[in-house]
């Protein structure tokens, strides 16, 4: 899906949008849905959704676009459009699937760039959406002049929902048998040479074939135009690829065959022009009826811009996925009305497998659909996505998102110096491979190859750096990107966590540490406090700094005032949280970026609900508020962790996100599971109070709204960011 609007000059406003979906027509739709229902939310400027979707989005194979004079206007034909597109006035429509190499040589002529040029400042959009719709680029920046609107958040890719599971692929691509000999005939046969249409349909439907069984999908799903690098075929699944097209054809093709003639139309023109032969006697394969196909991601380059010192960092996209949540507006509604996603846990039998444990934990916040992936997407075959972590496939889909908000997606950022940094882990998936794994699970499992995904598919240029701190992970990530961005060793960063688990593992040896809850609930600050309850989740923020965002004209989420983090040290063990580190990380913070912690009204705290760890947390907090502040009860104190469990690598950014979603809506969150003050706490006289309820976010006047989020890991590294509502030149 892509959408696209657009604006005539001076008094005229016209609005172009465009879908573009490379997958099937219920992508389409389901893209013009979701931005239908954006749309019948609220009033929105149309030049700032024309803007975004057109340059901030990434065009792709399926391409619709409609000329429209208002947002009325608009709804309408969107309305249309998913019960009888023939209907629609204004209604144009291309797939962008052949003749990619006369496109891209039509999008570099100097004399139809010249002539789209004055097509677009003279407001002639029609005859852009006709080539646009049919594949050829446009630069719709110039149709809005010097000056052009700003980016606005808008709904994402609706990614489909394919099962790729490790467990799977038995048999697949384990290993190459050894080559058949050829067969001999004991005597001549005088065969009728079968129609040139049939063998030629016969070739594609074996090259088909041989390909869609490497790439673990079905054959229907391959487009013969489409390159074989667009599905993934990677050098690994090529040499497998061509030892089966040699084994059914008897011949002795070279693997440079499939780079040669890169696509199921080539190699099999090519194969019938010269192995024709080589299909007689070959019973008949069905045909298969291609689909759409995929296309590449070009890309351009952008250059850094020396940057002032520790200036405040914008936050201009974010997406995430947590328990019953798909994404941050399903996650923001949870939230407001006080409801806690912790569930009984049905992805293994917990109770057979903690059997022997005391009062075990059977609950946890976890994620649904984790064996699912849109891995054509991202160009990435069956095998290699079936052989990957989970928690890769959350984060490039999650990343993508984050990237469409901000209104950067696609082959704009491609050469760019932006930075991608991940709290993540090895994770468990590992266990579930077999002795016969494909050779991509190698890297499939491994942390490195988190934020790496990233920079691979977009051609990122910045720093790719998994984080592992523990509990810590992502809010750590979060600052190491806001440091290369202060250091002007990137100009984008994207930063967040991912945290799945494909085993029990976690449950049954954090039990045994005695971690877990007992009640299958976290109990923060409370004196019920008991232990934590795992959770999942993933999430993203796309990173500026803010001069260069508000130059940019991009949609602001918050800005972050001020990020820090140290390290325990020596403490009563190696696990113990140490008050003393927490406080001085607090203070470091405070004082090293001018930020009054008077002037904080929430605090979105670490809080994982145990007897010792809070009241810990607490006495930081306040001795830390103290040095700025006599103030009794003005802060309102919570943790995301009483609503979706303790998300681990990924529990900073959830409350960085959580954070981002009260600033939109300028409330505060209730904090779940909250009765009486654990008794080693004195909320009376601190700063603080443990918020139940859904209440405004009310501040004096001319007074920003400003909230603080701590997360610290059991290896003992702490980390604490200080979050601002934007500018006011930039709320809605």
């Known amino acids: 899906l892509r959408q696209l609007l657009n604006r005539a000059p001076l008094d005229a406003t016209i609005v172009v949008t465009g879908l573009a979906d ?161 067969p001999v005939d004991s005597a001549p046969v005088v065969r009728e040479a079968p129609p040139l249409q049939d063998v030629a349909q016969r070739m594609r439907s074996l090259v088909v074939e041989k390909l869609a069984k490497q790439l673990g999908m079905a054959a229907q799903a391959i487009d013969s135009a489409s390159m074989f690098a667009d599905y993934g075929l990677d050098s690994i699944l090529g040499v497998s690829f061509v030892h089966d097209l040699n084994e059914a054809l008897s011949l002795e093709l070279k693997t440079s065959v499939i780079y040669d003639h890169s696509s199921v139309e080539r190699l099999s023109a090519f194969l019938l022009s010269n192995h024709r032969d080589a299909l007689e006697g070959m019973r008949s394969t069905p045909a298969v009826s291609p689909p759409p196909g995929v296309s590449a991601m070009p890309g351009v380059n952008a250059q850094p811009v020396p940057p ?239 001069e260069d965002a508000l130059a940019d004209g991009d949609f602001i989420h918050g800005v972050i005032e001020g990020s820090g983090i140290n390290q325990d040290g020596a403490t009563n063990g190696i696990t113990a949280p140490s008050a003393q580190s927490q406080e001085r990380l607090l203070r470091e913070v405070y004082s090293g970026f001018g930020i009054d912690a008077g002037q904080i009204q929430m605090v979105e705290a670490h809080g994982t609900g145990t007897k010792l760890g809070d009241p810990i947390e607490f006495q930081a907090l306040t001795q830390a508020f103290r040095a700025d502040t006599d103030k009794k009860g003005y802060c309102a104190l919570g943790s995301l962790k009483t609503n979706l469990g303790h998300t681990q690598f990924a529990a900073g950014v959830a409350g960085v996100l959580k954070v981002l979603l009260s600033l939109k809506h300028r409330r505060l969150p209730p904090s779940l599971n909250f009765q009486s003050a654990n008794e080693a706490i004195a909320f009376a006289d601190s700063p603080f109070y443990v918020n139940t309820r859904l209440r405004e976010w009310e501040v004096p006047p001319a007074t920003p709204r400003r909230a603080a989020v701590s997360s610290f890991g059991a290896s003992g590294t702490n980390a604490h960011v200080v979050l601002q509502e934007a500018p006011e030149t930039n709320r809605q």
């Open 22 to 182: 490379d997958k099937t027509p219920e992508r389409l739709r389901a893209s013009a849905s979701q931005l239908l229902a954006f749309l019948e939310r609220a009033p929105v400027d149309m030049t700032e959704l024309a803007f975004t979707l057109q340059v901030g989005r990434e065009a792709m194979g399926e391409r619709l676009a409609l000329v429209v004079g208002s947002q009325r206007e608009l709804m309408d034909a969107l309305r249309l459009f998913q019960t009888d597109e023939s209907e629609v006035e204004g209604l144009s429509r291309g797939t962008v699937r052949r003749k990619k190499e006369l496109l891209s040589s039509l999008s570099r002529d100097a004399a139809l760039q010249e002539l789209m040029e004055r097509w677009s400042r003279s407001g002639e959009h029609a005859k852009l959406v006709a080539l646009w719709v049919d594949g050829v680029d446009v630069d719709w920046r110039l149709a809005h002049g010097d000056h052009p609107p700003r980016r606005m958040s808008l709904p994402t890719y609706p990614f489909a929902r394919e099962r790729l599971w490790i467990r799977d692929l038995a048999g697949s691509v384990d290993s190459l048998p050894p080559k058949a000999p050829a």
């Open 308 to 546: 002032s010192k520790r200036s405040p960092i914008a936050i201009v996209g974010m997406s995430g996925r947590f328990a019953g949540s798909d994404s941050v507006d399903e996650l923001w509604a949870h939230l407001a009305n006080g409801e806690e996603l912790v569930r009984e846990v049905t992805r293994w039998d917990l109770a057979r497998e903690l059997a022997h444990e005391a009062a075990p934990c059977t609950r946890g916040g976890l994620l649904e659909g984790i064996d699912q992936f849109d891995s054509l997407f991202f160009n990435i075959s069956g095998v290699e996505a079936a052989s990957m972590d989970p928690q890769q496939r959350l984060l490039l889909e999650e990343s993508w998102k984050a990237l469409e908000d901000a209104g950067w997606a696609g082959r704009q950022l491609s050469g760019h110096k932006c930075g991608v940094y991940v709290g993540c882990w090895g994770g468990d998936y590992q266990a579930l491979l077999g002795a016969q794994a494909p050779a991509q699970a190698l890297w499939g499992t491994s942390a490195a190859f988190v934020p790496a995904r990233i920079s691979y598919l977009l051609n990122l240029k910045g720093p790719a750096i998994s984080v592992d701190t523990t509990c810590s992970s992502s809010l750590v990530a979060i600052h190491l990107a806001c440091k290369d961005l202060w250091s002007g060793d990137t100009r984008m960063a994207l930063a967040g966590g991912v945290f799945v688990q494909a085993t029990p593992r976690l449950y049954r040896l954090a039990h045994r540490a005695g971690m877990l809850s007992s009640t299958g609930r976290c109990h923060s600050f409370d004196q019920r406090a008991n232990g934590f309850v795992p959770g999942e989740g993933v999430g993203v923020v796309v990173l500026k700094r803010l």
